[in-house]
């Protein structure tokens, strides 16, 4: 069978984020005015309209509303706003819970960067908080929604590979001190290769095979220096307080064994970044931290991979977690990267670290349902 046989046929375009095409506009403002934060601001979902922006570095919000035709306002403005309906938060870990239980107090809804939380806490907190106030919370990451790994997921609902049975992951580099012009953050709680590249890896898991049952891990490099190795803050010494090498098995509930390995201790590496495997073939996924492929097919009784063109989808950028949110809030679609996906995460980002430290497998508490797949339309 060639490659070109693989493709969706006739479904060839795809709503994005914007499922109905008719839902009201969602009026955003948004906190933490950093690296990230312009990755978002040009994202242009037509229902996503950021008006306002804040951050605790002020100068930093005026130099943002300037670029982009924004509102600078001091953070505790901008959460009482009345004519914002959404705070988008992309402050650092540290602050992701303190800015968004603000905001969701001031009856805004939210959709943050990841993780959710620090702990299952502040987490659950969020989660409890939004839903006895009606509110809607979505996170990060948003790149399953993309289409590499949509297109993943229609190979596996297809049967393409049979009945999965074991998943590999592999986020290993050598951290953030290298590109980051302000590093720190990455080697504190709530950093790190596990909580800040885990959620990528982890996500695409889950919204693929489902929930975790229980995990196991081991990890290591809490209180080994770092040295920012770029940038404004070249040779700044980084106390390093979350582990920089972190090792796991993740047990499905549907019965799939994953390994995933999560590490800022490594300077090279061959290792393939995810695959699922089932007993009727191989699937070797896109890097979950993009929106694209390559997305490739090993079938029972082939001899090589097949390459397979990723499935037409429009707007696919960061931010189609946000825009799926603004769906949601107009009643035309669903909130896919939502609050309980993000601390399914977080619970097992957590019960892995709990394991090294306990020796034991952790059972997660937790659960959710995979999001439903972004609705194709034929061309
Ligand atoms: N940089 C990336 O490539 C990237 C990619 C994906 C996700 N993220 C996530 O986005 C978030 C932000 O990352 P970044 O790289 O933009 O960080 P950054 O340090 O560049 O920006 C964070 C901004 O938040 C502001 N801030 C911090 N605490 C605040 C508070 N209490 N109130 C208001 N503003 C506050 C800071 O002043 C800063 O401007 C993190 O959760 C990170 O994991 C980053």
Request: aromatic share 6%; charged share 20%.
């Amino acid at each position: 069978m060639g490659a070109g046989t693989l493709g969706p046929g006739t479904v060839t375009t795809e709503s994005g984020g914007y499922e109905s095409g008719r839902a009201e506009t969602a009026r955003v403002g948004l906190i933490g005015c950093g690296k990230i934060s312009q990755a978002y601001l040009t994202a242009n979902y037509p229902n996503v309209a950021y008006v306002a922006c804040a951050d605790i570095d002020q100068a930093r919000a005026k130099a943002t509303a300037e670029k982009y035709g924004l509102q600078a306002m001091p953070v505790s403005d901008l959460l009482s706003d009345r004519d914002i309906d959404v705070v988008c938060n992309l402050t650092v870990p540290s602050a992701h819970a303190e800015i968004s239980s603000a905001a969701l107090e001031k009856g805004k809804h939210v959709y943050l960067e990841k993780p959710l939380g620090l702990d299952r806490e502040e987490g659950a907190t969020l989660l409890n908080v939004a839903e006895e106030s009606g509110l809607a919370i979505g996170c990060a990451p948003d790149t399953f929604l993309g289409a590499g790994l949509q297109t993943c997921r229609r190979l596996i609902d297809e049967g393409r590979i049979g009945v999965p049975t074991a998943a590999m992951a592999n986020m290993v580099s050598h951290g953030p001190e290298h590109w980051h012009p302000d590093p720190a953050f990455f080697y504190q709680r709530g950093g790190g290769p596990l909580f800040d590249m885990g959620p990528y890896y982890l996500t695409a898991l889950v919204t693929l095979l489902g929930p975790i049952a229980r995990v196991a891990g081991a990890s290591r490099g809490v209180g080994v220096d770092r040295r920012v190795r770029s940038g404004p803050r070249a040779d700044q010494i980084l106390p390093v307080d979350t582990p920089t090498h972190v090792a796991g098995v993740l047990e499905f509930a549907d019965g799939t064994l994953a390994t995933i390995v999560t590490s800022f201790d490594v300077w090279g590496s061959n290792l393939p970044r995810l695959e699922i495997h089932g007993t009727e073939g191989s699937l070797s996924l896109p890097d979950p931290n993009t929106f694209g492929g390559p997305v490739r097919l090993f079938s029972a009784g082939a001899t090589q991979w097949q390459d397979v063109p990723t499935d037409g989808f429009d707007l696919q950028r960061r931010g189609i977690g946000l825009s799926n949110l603004a769906d949601s809030l107009a009643g035309t679609g669903y909130n896919r990267a939502s609050g309980r996906l993000a601390y399914h995460i977080l619970d097992a980002m957590v019960g892995l670290i709990e394991s090294g430290e306990q020796g034991k497998y952790v059972d997660l508490t937790s659960a959710v349902e995979r999001p439903p797949a972004l609705v194709r339309k034929a061309a």
